[in-house]
């Protein structure tokens, strides 16, 4: 996420503004003499330095709708909000802003005692399914989620059609398996399907698959940190394996860089990639003359993607009770007044985490993500716990599984070392 200094400069200058007057007291300048009602200040700052003029935007013209709260958004601090915030609740957590973004697992642990439940929100009653497990604590909701990312396999109508695949009709590895092999014979295919090489899209989203599918995938995963179970004795993780020898001969081996791999799949060489919505960009640098769509990664009769989010709005608990009500007022209409959804959508270019969005205008990568979740059809981001920092070492692993130097039983033993040593 690129960032200016002039850009976090000024978001330090109103931190430092902000500091200087009460948040438990703060009133707008407009009212003066009019012997209106004072509207309740409401700061916000974030961390999408991409969406950060058209947040205001949405926020003036909130501020226009209705007469009780302004919203004043403070500068985007990108990657450096959280040190940024953690100096402001430190030093005054009531002088802090109203509200506040914050991620899931270590930020959400890190902030819980600065954030107010957002049970009370209408949003809170639109959250698609599954996107609000990262924000619960003792059973409340701590986080309305910003948005929502999906990954699954990005396929090509054309060359299916050609091929006479039917992507309905896989329903299972095996499946995919026979799809590969008629896919593989249309003229210009190199390979059925392609993973990129970066850890992230080599590792960590393939071996989500597996722990998705179970029913208590947080409790296996701990359980593999501690030693007291190996991933070759999990039944998921063992035919996870077995399903990537059939499929390893008709991908590319993960040889080729995300870049290079959306770009073979733009170009007609790779007649599926394993990507998420975030291809979309590459993809739109290409004069794409087919359609494409997202379909699951059929392990073990899954029908689902992967869906997550990693960012939350938080409201800040030491505001007044006012500010908090005010708060929850303005993210309501960001996601249930038309006019906000709108926002969302069509300014922010955001794929909505609720229902009840209209999202003709999103690109189609975004749309499929937005299809599937309203639907129900979404498996959990689980490797957002898996061991810190592994994907490095695990992807080392990946790269001899492909390279024929383990088989999937020894590739399993190499990741569970990994995964016990850093979890000491």
């Known amino acids: 996420m690129k960032k200016s200094f002039s850009l976090i400069l000024a978001t330090v200058l109103a931190m430092s503004t902000l500091a200087g007057c009460s948040s438990s007291g703060e009133k707008s300048s407009k009212e003066g003499n009019s012997g209106n009602k004072q509207k309740q200040v409401v700061t916000m700052i974030q961390n999408k330095v991409e969406i950060q003029e058209q947040l205001e935007a949405a926020a003036k013209d909130f501020n226009k709708s209705q007469n009780q709260v302004e919203v004043k958004i403070l500068g985007s601090a990108g990657d450096d909000l959280m040190k940024l915030l953690q100096s402001q609740f430190a030093s005054n957590p009531e002088k802090a802003p109203t509200i506040f973004t914050a991620g899931s697992g270590s ?7 600065y954030m107010a439940p957002l049970d009370s929100s209408n949003a809170s009653k639109k959250i698609s399914k599954g996107q609000a497990d990262d924000a619960m604590k003792d059973g409340k909701l701590y986080g309305l989620p910003v948005a929502i990312e999906g990954f699954g396999l990005i396929y090509n109508k054309t060359i299916f059609k050609e ?43 393939p071996f989500n698959w597996p722990f998705a599918v179970m029913k208590d995938y947080k409790g296996t995963i701990e359980k593999v940190k501690s030693g007291e179970l190996k991933l070759k004795d999990i039944p998921e993780l063992k035919q996870y394996v077995q399903d990537l020898d059939k499929l390893k001969s008709h991908t590319n081996l993960a040889k080729d860089t995300y870049d ?27 004069k794409v003359d087919f359609e494409y769509g997202m379909m699951p990664m059929p392990f073990n009769g899954n029908d689902s993607i992967s869906v997550g989010n990693t960012n939350y709005f938080r409201i800040n608990k030491y505001a007044t009770k006012e500010q908090q009500e005010g708060a929850i007022k303005f993210l309501d209409w960001l996601f249930t007044d038309k006019a906000g959804q709108e926002y969302v959508t069509e300014k922010f270019k955001l794929i909505p985490a609720y229902d009840g969005f209209s999202t003709d205008k999103l690109d189609p990568l ?15 981001w689980t490797f957002n716990i898996f061991p810190a920092g592994i994907d490095k070492d695990c992807s080392s692993e990946m790269e001899k599984y492909y390279a024929g130097k383990l088989t999937g039983d020894q590739l399993l033993d190499e990741i569970n070392k990994i995964w016990v040593n850093a979890s000491k």
């Open 107 to 113: 930020e959400f642990e890190k902030f819980f005692n």
């Open 163 to 205: 091929a006479g695949v039917n992507a309905e009709d896989i329903k299972s590895v095996d499946d995919l398996v026979k799809a590969c092999e008629k896919l593989e014979k249309v003229k210009g295919v190199e390979h059925a399907i392609a993973f990129g090489k970066e850890t992230y899209f080599k590792f960590m989203h």
């Open 260 to 286: 290079d791999q959306v770009a073979g799949f733009a170009q007609g060489k790779f007649a599926i990639i394993h990507q998420g919505n975030w291809a979309q960009t590459i993809i739109n640098d290409y």
């Open 366 to 380: 975004s749309q499929e993500v937005s299809k599937y979740s309203q639907e129900g059809k979404t498996v959990p």
